[in-house]
């Protein structure tokens, strides 16, 4: 199975934009992780799909992986396609036709995942699992980087990798040296880190840190 790490570009200098992409590229992280809020789905807002296109730009060979909490995305699968998305990752507490929005991000030829906040019970997304490329578990309340890791939300990923033994399987939130390896654990195999990587001074270092951690765990 492979492990991948996605800096989560919520956590970046917002005025050098471009140039904490490439530095997220350049760190040798697998994807860019790519935030986008509504303050219906959570009491924030962060950007949208023009961001998504500045990094296409400006690291047009990094991939976009595209989290959407929203309570409509089915109102912007398009323009997250067009504007580069690689990978579309929808809640499954959206307020819409889940099974359509996925037939939808599938037919543009965009990978499909389906997400779930920590108070959603797993049994949720099970619907899904035949429909979908990814879960993505978050491991905080959405809508803020920089969070403390719930580490209960593991035991739904655990649940989720009896189902699914080949599944891709994502946790987002509080991700971090500790927490990373735990995740790995408990089954997930991708790993998004926002804080954690963008405070770092040497990226590259904590990204190679964090696999030979993971590559320890899982022998
Ligand atoms: C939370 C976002 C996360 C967040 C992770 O609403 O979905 O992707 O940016 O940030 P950290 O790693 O700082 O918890
Ligand atoms: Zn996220």
Redesign the pocket.
């Known amino acids: 199975m492979k492990f991948e790490i996605l800096p ?1 570009l ?2 970046a200098d917002f005025s050098r934009l471009g140039e904490e992409i490439i530095r997220a590229e350049n760190s040798g992280a697998d994807a860019l ?1 790519l ?1 986008i ?1 509504d303050p219906h789905f ?1 009491p924030n807002i962060s950007f949208g799909p023009d961001v998504v296109a500045v990094s296409k730009k400006v690291a047009p060979h990094f991939y976009r992986n595209v ?1 959407l ?1 929203m309570s409509r995305p089915d109102l912007f699968i398009e323009k997250f396609v067009n504007a580069g998305a690689q990978t579309i990752q929808v809640h499954v507490e959206a307020d819409c036709d889940l099974h359509q929005v996925l037939s939808k991000i599938g037919s543009l030829g965009v990978k499909r995942a389906i997400a779930l906040n920590p108070e959603t019970p797993v049994e949720r997304v099970f619907e899904f699992l035949g429909e979908v490329d990814e879960v993505l578990v ?1 491991t ?1 309340h ?6 403390k890791f719930i580490g209960e939300c593991l035991e739904k990923v655990t649940a989720i990798r009896s189902l699914k033994p080949e599944l891709d399987i994502m946790i ?4 971090n040296a500790e927490t990373i390896p735990l995740s790995a654990k408990a089954g997930a195999n991708m790993f ?5 990587l963008f405070a770092q001074s040497n990226m590259t270092e904590a990204v190679a840190n964090l696999r030979s951690a993971i590559g320890e765990l899982v022998k």
């Open positions: 989560s919520l956590a992780h935030d809020m959570v989290h909490m978050m905080v959405p809508g803020y980087g920089g969070q987002d939130g509080g991700g998004v880190a926002g804080s954690y």
